[in-house]
């Protein structure tokens, strides 16, 4: 039997939006609270590139955006060809319990 654990959050949890450079591993984390323009370069002037994907179809729903717009990220992040990753910061859960799940265990 296979268990799997699972974190699930509201997009209001997220901390931070954090861009890996895939050249030299550095970092950049921004609030998504505070997002007014992409960082272009990572911060040893790696350049990355926004605007890969040509078939993005621009829509004024903020929510068909989204869920669009995580698909085509996806698909271009195993490319590598964007020259970073995105990474989503959360707050490690406080009152997160953790018990024994194998079944040969349990009581
Ligand atoms: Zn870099």
Known sequence: MTFEQKLVAGLEEIKGIVFECNECKSRIVISPDSVDAPPLHCPRNHHWDWNLI????????????????????????????????????????EHVSYQSQDPKNSN
């Open 54 to 93: 040509d078939d993005y179809d621009k829509t004024s729903s903020p929510f068909v955006s989204f869920l669009l717009g995580l698909k085509k990220i996806r698909d271009k992040a195993r490319e590598r060809s964007a020259g970073f990753k995105i990474f989503l910061e959360f707050n490690r859960p």
